[in-house]
């Protein structure tokens, strides 16, 4: 029967790509498996047994050496692309925002300038969210052992990444300085924030572990914007002579809106900061609050994610939390 040769030719295929001393049991198992197929009948089933054993890959203890070399390098290769698509997000968000301001609001509205700003961060949030669900994919197949080496090896990359595109964007180490208590205290912080929603992960708390990463992303990017801005732009009052004032300076009142305010390019009705300030604080901080934005939600979904994956079965959350 060619069906019957076919699907043991597959086998045969299948077999070869597990270590020698599986490939007895494991063939005997799956001859007996296709002789059941065969007796009943059920060709299109038996052909597809033996078609998705050629094409799955070796996994789990018996896969031996290959396949763990072949999980860490994938794990390998997903944090490390992973933060470069983070810095394309950030580019391309600003490239259509570009082309919608100056294309098509510039000529119909009065607001085309105001709302430049808004449509960077809702586009960079969406696109960073595309990329957390496949993070999440990710860390499903991760490598990593352990809430601290997870959250190190998504942050590591992310920090090369992020130093390279400030001294890119700064053209030197002069800015590169200007922006590093910002940017190091994000590393460094989002890097805690990753260790301990990883740790709840991993413990089964995954409402809580969602709960304290997305809340601790967000107040370690609005930290980190805020020292960025203190380590720059004096606090005032302004020297004035003559009328007029001799330093930009920025009120340290509002310092817990400057994230949201870099986001949104709006003071939301209070009265700091003020419309000059506003200019100060994004023409300071330029690429960081968006940085954050794309990286932070796929950080903390492959960390989730990964803690998830080690979690025995009877240990799973229910099926209705985020995955």
Known sequence: MVTRRLAE??????????????RDELGREWSAELHVLTAQRQRLRMLRYAASLAASRPDGPLAGPRAVRGRAGRTAAALLLAPVAGVGIVLVSAVVMAVV????????????????????????????????????????????????????????????????????????????IRAAPGLVSWLTLLTLVLWGASALAGRGRVRAAWWFGVLGALVVADVSVVLTVVNAIPAGPQTVVDGLPQADTVDRISAPLWLFASWTDWSFGLPRPTPWELFLITDLVEVQPYLYLAVSPYALAYAVNAARSALPADAAPPAGLPA
Request: proline share 4%; glycine share 8%; aromatic share 8%.
């Open 9 to 22: 030719a597959l086998l045969r295929a299948a077999t070869r790509r597990w270590p020698a001393e599986y």
């Open 101 to 176: 301001v100056n294309g098509f609001l510039a000529t119909t509205v009065s607001w085309s300038t105001r709302a430049q700003l808004p449509l960077l961060t809702v586009l960079t949030a969406a696109l960073a969210l595309l990329l957390a669900r496949f993070a999440a994919r990710w860390g499903r197949r991760s490598a990593l052992a352990g809430p601290l080496r997870t959250a190190l090896g998504v942050m590591l990359p992310v920090g090369v990444t992020a130093v390279l595109l400030e001294y890119v964007l700064n053209r030197g180490t002069q800015g590169l």
